[in-house]
Structure formats: structure tokens, C-alpha cells
């Protein structure tokens, strides 16, 4: 039931136009639902009023046929003109009851006989409505009245009419008023979402925009926008211009370091060569470490300042087959696969420069370790759709690592196989290239036995 709640309320927030849809759609529903039940009830006190006018008409006609009777003689009213009071059960009843003895003196032939208990009319001699039921259950309008003779008699007068007549006539009209109002409903919600579709228009152009910003095909939010959403526009492309600046800034201030840096750096080693002798050695040594290092970290420093994260889009497949082909050539020993979909030709948020660094470091590491093949499998992952990934699997047959070293070697200079050749920043720097496009690095276990890298980027 929860499960079921949390999925209704992710439902509704996932578009803003459905919830302001939806609203209108509630509030017309409830709107139109209580104007149909009053106007229902409107119609129905109308009809009851008017069927009340009829039966006191017929009140009002026994009254007379009663009082221009001879004294001491109940004439015989019959049906007053109308069948229905000649009809076993129609519900149209009329009665003559002495107000004295309530001794019932006549009544109509629809009752046949059979006694009708009603309330009596008030002593006043005003008449009044109520409702009533007859013996069969059928429901009654009824109308009554005491009145008083010359003579000094007094007579209670009913007469009553079969007000479930009256049922289909309502409910027709209920039908109709309710059809109506949905037809109604339904319109005004049409209206609604055409009204929501063209006020929310410069968010969907804004969402383009942005889409061009981040796809490279633009570089700041251009256009006007209402000025609702201006402020929005101006402040990102204060933020745009905000991060270019850092950018800026980064590469100016690499450059400053890698010139004060590198140069006294070789200075130092030039002399040291020159002079020789075991401290000498030892100088060399070191400062070629340091040397390594600066670059390294240079490097690491440049990837961050140069790299264009905003608009950076690159082609996966071409990048991955093109590694494939050097690495072929440069470990002829060494076969490797490329695994993707046909046809498929997914397009990264990353630069080329880094996605080819990336994952020639994982194919390179895969070959060295790797016995004979190398698997690259390229796929889509589409399971949120809001942050579709482009996924990069990159497995080698060697011998794999036990799971407790895999966060050891995504540290900087963990080496756990010195034999080979490198340095150790091979899997920390694909980790933090990476992370600076929103991606991440996950080691596993291969299908070919040896370690398995995946690579997750988000999609362009």
C-alpha cells in the first residue's frame, strides 16, 4: 500500500504541467459534481412544488363538493375528473374523515375498501403538505385540511398523490444535467492543458536551450524569457560565466606553476649531472622523482583546468575502435573484442581527449595483465531516464585481483605488480576523470576470469 502511495506521489511530481492539470481536473470535477447535485435538488423542489399545487387543487375541489353538500348527506365526489382515483392502488387517494369521531365518513375507490392512516391536518383549518405511505409502500405526497360547515360540522379532508411518478422524470434529468456537465468537464480540462502547454512554452524553450549548452551547440542561455523566468536565465548565465572564469583562471595559474616549477627543477639537475660524485647521483635521483611528480600532478591540474565539462560531447564507439586498433598493434600478442549492439552509436557528456585517455589506461592495464584476450563491451543503460548512462566494460582472461585490493589500486602509486612497467596513476587518474564528469569507475570480477573495469558516463 505504501509501495503503491510513494509510486502515485513520484507519479504526480514527475511533470509540473500534469499537476496543474490534474488541479484543474479536480477542481472542475468537484465545481461541475456539486453544481449537477444542486441543480438536481433545485429541480426536484420544483416538481414537488408544482405536484403539491396539483393535489391541494384536488384538496380544494372535494372541500367544495363537500361543503355545497344537502346537511346530513356525503355525496360521492368520485374522481374528480381524474382516472387515477378510480385505480386499485395508484397511490391518488382521497378521504372524508369527521374531525369529531375520526370516523372515516368516504373515500375514493382506489382504495377499495382498505384504510389509510394519516396524520390529521392541523385545527386551524390551513392546508398543508407532508409525505405519506400507503399500504403497498408506495411513497406519497399528501395534502390536508380540517374544515368547518355551517352547520357546525367538521370534517378532515385528505387527498394524496403518487410522487414516485415523479422518480423517472428526475433521474432523466439527473442523467442529462450530469451527461452535460461531464461533457463540460471534459472541455474545461482540454482548456486547462492548452492554457498550462502554452503558459509553461518558455520552459520547454529554456529546457531546449540548456540542452544546446550542455550538447556544445551554444555557450549561454540567449533569447528573451518572461519575466518570470528571467532572473532564472540571467543567474545561470552568471554561473556559466562564473565557471568559464574559473577555467580561466586554472589554466593561466598551471602555466605560472608548470614555468616556475620545471625550470629551476632542470636547473638543478643540469648542475648536479655536471658535478658528479655520489651526492651528485643522489640529487639527480631525487629531482627527477620531484620532476615526476610536478608532472604528474601538472598533468592531473591541466586534465581539470583544460577540460570543457559543460557542452563536452564525444562519440564512444569511433574513440573505442580507434584504441582498439593502436593497442592491437602495440600487443600483437593480445586479442581484443569490441562487444556492442549493432547499429548502436551512443554519444558521451565527456571530452574525447579524456574518454580515449580513460579507457586506452583500462584497455592498456588489461592488456599487460591480461593472458590473451581482451573484452570491451559497450552498452546503454536507459533504466532512469532522466540520467540515461553509457556504460564501458572493460575485462582481460589474466589473474584478476582479490575484491579487498580494489580500493588499494584506484589509490595514487599503488602498485600491486611491480614487474610491469608504469607508474601507478592508471586506474586513480581514469577514477578521477570519472568523477569530474559525473561518472564513476567500479572494479569487479571478469567473465573471462581477470578483473573487470566498468566505466559509467552519463549519455549526451
Given at each position: 500500500?505504501?509501495?503503491?502511495v510513494k509510486?502515485?506521489?513520484e507519479w504526480?511530481?514527475?511533470?509540473?504541467?500534469?499537476?496543474?492539470?490534474?488541479?484543474?481536473?479536480?477542481?472542475?470535477?468537484?465545481?461541475?459534481a456539486?453544481?449537477?447535485?444542486?441543480?438536481t435538488?433545485?429541480?426536484?423542489?420544483?416538481?414537488?412544488?408544482?405536484?403539491d399545487?396539483?393535489?391541494?387543487?384536488?384538496?380544494?375541489?372535494?372541500?367544495?363538493?363537500?361543503?355545497?353538500?344537502?346537511?346530513?348527506?356525503?355525496?360521492?365526489?368520485?374522481?374528480?375528473?381524474?382516472?387515477?382515483?378510480?385505480?386499485?392502488q395508484?397511490?391518488?387517494?382521497?378521504?372524508?374523515?369527521?374531525?369529531?369521531?375520526?370516523?372515516?365518513?368516504?373515500t375514493?375507490?382506489?382504495?377499495?375498501?382498505?384504510?389509510?392512516?394519516?396524520?390529521?391536518?392541523?385545527?386551524?383549518?390551513?392546508?398543508?403538505?407532508?409525505?405519506?405511505?400507503?399500504?403497498?409502500?408506495t411513497?406519497?405526497?399528501?395534502?390536508?385540511?380540517?374544515?368547518?360547515?355551517?352547520?357546525g360540522?367538521?370534517?378532515?379532508?385528505h387527498?394524496?398523490?403518487?410522487?414516485?411518478e415523479?422518480?423517472d422524470?428526475?433521474s432523466?434529468?439527473?442523467?442529462?444535467?450530469?451527461?452535460?456537465?461531464?461533457?463540460?468537464?471534459l472541455?474545461?480540462?482540454?482548456?486547462?492543458?492548452?492554457?498550462?502547454?502554452?503558459?509553461?512554452?518558455?520552459?520547454?524553450?529554456m529546457?531546449?536551450?540548456?540542452?544546446?549548452?550542455?550538447?556544445?551547440?551554444?555557450?549561454?542561455?540567449?533569447g528573451?524569457?518572461p519575466?518570470?523566468?528571467?532572473?532564472?536565465?540571467?543567474?545561470?548565465?552568471?554561473?556559466?560565466?562564473?565557471?568559464?572564469?574559473?577555467?580561466?583562471?586554472?589554466?593561466?595559474?598551471?602555466?605560472?606553476?608548470?614555468h616556475?616549477?620545471?625550470t629551476?627543477?632542470?636547473?638543478?639537475?643540469?648542475?648536479?649531472r655536471?658535478?658528479?660524485?655520489?651526492?651528485?647521483?643522489?640529487?639527480?635521483?631525487?629531482?627527477?622523482?620531484?620532476?615526476?611528480?610536478?608532472?604528474?600532478?601538472?598533468?592531473?591540474?591541466r586534465?581539470?583546468?583544460?577540460?570543457?565539462?559543460?557542452?563536452?560531447?564525444?562519440?564512444?564507439?569511433?574513440?573505442?575502435?580507434?584504441?582498439?586498433?593502436?593497442?592491437?598493434?602495440?600487443?600483437?600478442?593480445?586479442?581484443?573484442?569490441?562487444?556492442?549492439?549493432?547499429?548502436?552509436?551512443?554519444?558521451?557528456r565527456?571530452?574525447?581527449?579524456?574518454?580515449?585517455?580513460?579507457?586506452?589506461?583500462?584497455?592498456d592495464?588489461?592488456?599487460?595483465y591480461?593472458?590473451?584476450?581482451?573484452?570491451?563491451?559497450?552498452?546503454?543503460?536507459?533504466?532512469?531516464?532522466?540520467?540515461?548512462?553509457?556504460?564501458?566494460?572493460?575485462e582481460?582472461?589474466?589473474?584478476?585481483?582479490?575484491p579487498?585490493?580494489?580500493?588499494e589500486?584506484?589509490?595514487?602509486?599503488?602498485?600491486?605488480?611491480?614487474?610491469?612497467?608504469?607508474?601507478?596513476?592508471?586506474?586513480?587518474?581514469?577514477a578521477?576523470?570519472?568523477?569530474?564528469?559525473?561518472g564513476?569507475?567500479?572494479?569487479?570480477?571478469?567473465?573471462?576470469?581477470?578483473?573487470?573495469?566498468?566505466?559509467?558516463?552519463?549519455?549526451?
Open positions: 500500500m505504501r509501495a503503491g509510486k502515485l506521489g504526480l511530481t514527475s511533470s509540473l504541467a500534469l499537476r496543474l492539470v490534474l488541479a484543474s481536473a479536480l477542481w472542475a470535477a468537484i465545481a461541475l456539486a453544481f449537477g447535485w444542486l441543480l435538488e433545485l429541480y426536484r423542489a420544483s416538481l414537488i412544488r408544482s405536484f399545487e396539483r393535489i391541494i387543487v384536488y384538496e380544494k375541489t372535494l372541500a367544495g363538493i363537500v361543503a355545497s353538500a344537502p346537511e346530513g348527506n356525503m355525496p360521492d365526489p368520485g374522481t374528480m375528473g381524474d382516472p387515477r382515483f378510480g385505480r386499485y395508484s397511490g391518488w387517494y382521497w378521504l372524508v374523515i369527521d374531525a369529531k369521531t375520526q370516523a372515516t365518513i368516504a375514493s375507490q382506489s382504495l377499495f375498501g382498505e384504510l389509510l392512516t394519516l396524520p390529521p391536518p392541523p385545527a386551524n383549518g390551513v392546508v398543508v403538505t407532508d409525505d405519506a405511505r400507503d399500504p403497498s409502500g411513497a406519497l405526497r399528501h395534502a390536508k385540511q380540517r374544515i368547518f360547515l355551517s352547520s360540522r367538521m370534517y378532515d379532508l387527498v394524496t398523490g403518487n410522487v414516485a415523479l422518480a422524470e428526475i432523466t434529468f439527473r442523467f442529462q444535467v450530469f451527461a452535460t456537465l461531464a461533457a463540460f468537464a472541455g474545461l480540462v482540454a482548456a486547462a492543458a492548452l492554457q498550462v502547454s502554452f503558459g509553461l512554452r518558455p520552459l520547454a524553450a529546457s531546449r536551450r540548456l540542452a544546446d549548452i550542455r550538447e556544445g551547440r551554444a555557450s549561454r542561455l540567449e528573451r524569457l519575466r518570470e523566468i528571467a532572473v532564472l536565465g540571467k543567474e545561470l548565465n552568471a554561473l556559466i560565466d562564473t565557471n568559464s572564469a574559473i577555467v580561466e583562471r586554472s589554466r593561466t595559474q598551471v602555466g605560472n606553476l608548470a616556475a616549477l620545471k629551476p627543477l632542470a636547473v638543478i639537475l643540469n648542475e648536479a655536471a658535478e658528479g660524485g655520489p651526492l651528485a647521483d643522489k640529487v639527480v635521483e631525487q629531482v627527477t622523482v620531484m620532476r615526476d611528480e610536478v608532472d604528474r600532478y601538472l598533468d592531473r591540474a586534465l581539470a583546468a583544460d577540460r570543457k565539462v559543460i557542452g563536452a560531447v564525444a562519440d564512444v564507439r569511433p574513440s573505442l575502435e580507434g584504441l582498439i586498433r593502436v593497442l592491437s598493434r602495440a600487443y600483437p600478442d593480445r586479442s581484443l573484442f569490441l562487444d556492442a549492439p549493432a547499429g548502436a552509436q551512443p554519444k558521451a565527456i571530452e574525447r581527449r579524456d574518454l580515449e585517455e580513460l579507457v586506452g589506461n583500462l584497455m592495464n588489461a592488456c599487460k591480461g593472458r590473451e584476450q581482451v573484452l570491451i563491451a559497450l552498452a546503454v543503460d536507459d533504466a532512469d531516464r532522466d540520467r540515461p548512462m553509457v556504460e564501458i566494460r572493460v582481460d582472461d589474466g589473474a584478476g585481483l582479490p579487498t585490493a580494489y580500493a589500486v584506484l589509490g595514487r602509486g599503488k602498485r600491486l605488480d611491480e614487474t610491469q612497467p608504469g607508474s601507478g596513476f592508471g586506474l586513480a587518474i581514469a578521477e576523470i570519472a568523477e569530474t564528469y559525473g564513476s569507475l567500479v572494479l569487479g570480477r571478469a567473465g573471462l576470469g581477470g578483473l573487470a573495469v566498468t566505466f559509467r558516463i552519463p549519455r549526451s
